[in-house]
């Protein structure tokens, strides 16, 4: 008998056996329909809302209170959420939304997700129909983007994990070692991979992560439209192989963050498979470009890479977080991410019988990513996201043709895509100051919300149209409140 147990003593008695489910469903359930008539009511009435503002201090003291011990009713759970969260979003699903580059998020997707918790599967893979979702829409990802079927993938948390796999795979393929078993530190030859001086900054903590360096990565300059040099790239890659380096890896920009502009992969792609080097393309900005009707000439050389990193929160307005890394060689995707313990071995029947997606990637846990962009790509269909793509840079043009008739505005780069940089006019030591106000102004008032960059050394705004919501009337507000702003500004 254990300790502390008596002869006869029903321990249930002791410690009663509990659950996280209600105790009256019915309740909840009024809740429920309560909570998506409430989310209907949100996103139908998203455009008569600020696009963003400020959170008061009685707000932000609320998320200061203590660990809750005992119990709430999930009616005033809820409440606080409608009074104190679903005030103050980010706003980028607000149809002037046009700051960081991301999508606009759907009712559908979002349905998805509710429906992915409920499930509640684990997505490190197994026999069941969540497996089977994520591999179609992995199988649906590659067809868009003309990747060849027998191509490997993953669906990740976003971008930054995306290019964080595709380059782990490059670095392995190359090293001339077995990474896995020795390490970094036994790679005969320092490796270099080659990027425009554009890419984003994930690619610097890849390098780190990796454990090649900052200093693994050549940042290569780019011409007057912010392409890669292919000519200064070729040289770079000849320079490093005199001074004994290993080059590895080019990475292409299907469109870069700050301006939108895209490399020419097809050259790049050339250069590669010259140079017996991994092709990465980083398609975050403008992979799916590869859908869009009037611009997928734009991306054309994509489908030679060798990987690619996308995401469908982004342009197939996703909600966050979805991501997708894909590999043209399966079995060297998976033998760089590949364990099987003795407790996740392959069984001839049953949930273990097939599909262990955690091979492909870090994660052992992984959320059911899927089933959102799985359903909106069912509801929409392909072709209605590209219309929509095509829609952006549309919109993008526009903006570009009102502010180019706008004595008071310049535009500060090429618009490629869907992003548009550009300035309010000022004296050189006043243009910084004056626009970051125009900025601040715009997001606190909430009229819009845009961000700010630097190109070419030079401040300037930036708008990137990634919103299915989007109307060109909101970007005649935009330049409209731009203009007037300016002004008010100068007169203080």
Partial sequence: MGEGQGEGLDASALHPEETLDPADWSAVQTLSHRVVDDAVDYLKGVRERPVWQAMPDEVKAIFATPLPRTPSPIEAVYRAVTDVVMPYPMGNVHPRFWAWYMGASSFTGALGDFLAAIQGSNLGGGSHAATLVELQVIDWLKE?????????????????????LGLAVA?????????????????????????????????????????????ALRRIPTDADYHIDLDALRAAIAEDRAAGMKPACIIGNAGIVNTGAV??????????????????????????????????????????????????????????????????????????????????????????????????????????????????????????????????????????????????????????????????????????????????????????????????????????IANHRTRRADLELLVREVVRLGKEIARA
């Fill in 144 to 164: 868009m983007l003309g990747m060849p079927g027998t191509s490997s993938g993953t669906l990740v948390s976003g971008g930054s994990m995306a290019n964080l």
């Fill in 171 to 215: 670095r392995n393929v190359k090293a001339g070692i077995d990474v896995r078993e020795l390490g970094v530190a036994a790679i005969p030859q320092p490796l270099r991979f080659y990027g425009s001086e554009q890419v984003h900054s994930c690619h610097r903590k890849s390098m780190e992560a990796l454990g090649l360096g900052n200093r």
């Fill in 263 to 464: 490399d020419d992969l097809a050259a790049l792609a050339g250069i590669a498979a010259e140079e017996e080097l991994w092709f990465h393309v980083d398609g975050c900005i403008g992979a799916l470009l590869a859908i869009a009707p009037r611009h997928a000439h734009l991306v054309k050389g994509l489908e030679r890479a060798d990987s690619v990193a996308l995401d469908p929160h982004k342009w197939l307005h996703a909600p966050f977080e979805v991501g997708c890394a894909l590999v043209r060689d399966p079995a060297a995707h998976r033998a760089t991410f590949a364990v099987t313990p003795e407790y996740l071995e392959h069984a001839a029947r049953g949930l273990a019988s097939e599909h262990w997606l955690h091979e492909f990637g870090l994660q052992t846990s992984r959320g059911f990513r899927a089933l959102k962009v799985w359903m909106m790509l069912k509801e929409h269909g392909v072709e209605k996201f590209g219309r929509l793509i095509d829609q952006n840079i549309d919109q993008a043009q526009y903006l570009a043709s009102l502010i180019s008739a706008e004595s008071n505005l310049e535009l500060m780069a090429p618009v490629e895509i869907n992003i548009v940089c550009f300035r309010h006019r000022a004296a050189e030591a006043d243009a910084k100051a004056l626009n970051t106000e125009i900025m601040l102004r715009l997001q606190e008032d909430g009229t819009a919300v845009i961000s700010d960059t630097t190109v070419r050394g030079q401040h300037c705004l930036r708008v990137a």
